[in-house]
């Protein structure tokens, strides 16, 4: 396993904390819309960062869970593609969720990309710190 990516590695040497980190980067902005603005967009931007989170949970373990599997690739994208199924069935739930919620749409949406925005920015910040590239460079 030597040709790993180095988005492999900040996640297996992550594994916990790679969500907490997302979460955490996440949390204030709920708060801050129910202390300034409104209850609704609130509520709504917390249901779309829970279930921003989930999907990220999912696709998560199914990539932990398809590593093993580096010798040999075609098992490891088999059990990659059920956890893509799983996902699949995450995300129609939540469209589901969304039609049924109307005064919670706006933040359910919002919550669910704003959770995908800060995966990918913790990432980038990780995996440049796992290569060495300091910051400006």
Known sequence: MQNKSAVMEVMARQRGKLLGRVAMGALPFP????????????????????AG???????????????????????????????????????????????RQKDLTGGLIMGFLLIHIIFIMVLIMLTRRNDGVKKGE
């Open 31 to 50: 708060v801050l819309m129910k202390i300034f603005g409104s209850q609704v967009w609130a509520e709504g931007l917390l249901v779309g960062i829970t």
């Open 53 to 99: 989170l989930l999907d990220q949970w999912i696709m998560l373990t199914g990539i932990r869970a398809s590593q093993p599997y580096y010798v040999s690739p075609r098992k490891g994208l088999l059990r990659f593609k059920l956890f893509t199924l799983l996902r699949l069935i995450s995300a129609t739930g939540f469209i589901f969720l969304v039609i």
